[in-house]
């Protein structure tokens, strides 16, 4: 297996050594990798904001998330943890937060100013351990503590198997008749560990080129 050898995917070089090290250790998917136009780094800044962002992500399509975030960021401005708690649950509903987004916004900034919740430094924690801290907070599950540590991390070995653009290219590659779920798409993607963000990345690459939309 090649060493990756980046402790995390912070830039576009970073991500091209990843690229080049998955296609060496897995050259099966270098037909995969070949005929895409592009790989996005999709990389976001630690902290609230960026969990805030994938909160408001989940369950919707990419242009409805982006459309209720900036929404969002524009009634809540500067768009603080304690700016969010003096707003309360109103500036959220006009944004179109749902009931289930505004609980899990709000518990993320009561931890953050109650609590001390320090999301940047979550981010060099084992990863095991940075998700059970994530968990634990109100409305966050496995999806989004996923997601905040491939995205806005970098760490170099995660995969959102609760993803169904994931779900669809792994069921794609693995000849599956349905779409797997989560739990047997986290079985199957073990296989390319330990550069699972890599493979990622590159799934929902090909998961936009393949089926015409923005896949996060």
Request: aromatic share 6%; hydrophobic share 45%.
């Given at each position: 297996?090649?060493?990756?050898?980046?402790?995390?995917?912070?830039s576009?070089?970073?991500?091209?050594a990843?690229?080049?090290?998955?296609?060496q250790?897995?050259?099966d998917?270098?037909?995969?990798v070949?005929?895409?136009?592009e790989?996005p780094l999709?990389?976001?800044?630690?902290g609230f904001?960026g969990?805030?962002e994938?909160i408001?992500?989940?369950q919707v399509?990419?242009?409805?998330?982006?459309?209720?975030?900036q929404r969002?960021k524009m009634?809540?401005?500067?768009?603080?943890?304690?700016?969010?708690l003096?707003?309360?649950n109103?500036?959220?509903i006009?944004?179109?937060?749902s009931r289930?987004?505004?609980v899990?916004?709000i518990?993320?900034?009561?931890?953050?100013?109650?609590?001390?919740?320090?999301?940047e430094g979550?981010c060099?924690l084992?990863?095991?351990?940075?998700i059970?801290?994530?968990?634990a907070?109100k409305?966050?599950?496995?999806?989004?503590a996923?997601?905040?540590?491939l995205?806005c991390?970098?760490?170099?070995?995660?995969?959102?198997?609760?993803?169904?653009?994931?779900?669809?290219v792994v069921?794609?590659?693995?000849?599956?008749?349905?779409?797997?779920?989560t739990?047997?798409?986290r079985?199957?993607?073990?296989k390319?560990?330990?550069?699972r963000?890599?493979a990622?990345?590159?799934f929902?690459a090909h998961?936009?080129?393949?089926?015409?939309?923005?896949?996060?």
């Amino acid at each position: 297996m090649t060493d990756l050898n980046i402790a995390r995917i912070r830039s576009q070089d970073n991500l091209l050594a990843g690229v080049d090290a998955f296609v060496q250790s897995f050259p099966d998917m270098r037909s995969m990798v070949d005929a895409l136009p592009e790989i996005p780094l999709r990389s976001r800044t630690p902290g609230f904001e960026g969990l805030a962002e994938i909160i408001t992500a989940q369950q919707v399509s990419k242009a409805s998330a982006s459309a209720i975030f900036q929404r969002t960021k524009m009634l809540i401005d500067p768009f603080t943890p304690s700016a969010l708690l003096e707003g309360g649950n109103d500036p959220l509903i006009e944004a179109g937060q749902s009931r289930a987004k505004q609980v899990a916004l709000i518990g993320l900034a009561e931890a953050i100013v109650e609590q001390g919740l320090d999301l940047e430094g979550l981010c060099d924690l084992a990863v095991d351990d940075a998700i059970a801290r994530l968990t634990a907070l109100k409305g966050i599950g496995p999806w989004s503590a996923e997601v905040y540590l491939l995205f806005c991390a970098g760490h170099t070995d995660i995969f959102p198997a609760g993803d169904v653009a994931l779900q669809h290219v792994v069921g794609e590659i693995c000849g599956l008749p349905n779409k797997p779920d989560t739990k047997l798409t986290r079985f199957l993607a073990e296989k390319w560990a330990p550069l699972r963000s890599i493979a990622a990345r590159i799934f929902y690459a090909h998961y936009a080129l393949t089926r015409r939309k923005s896949a996060i």
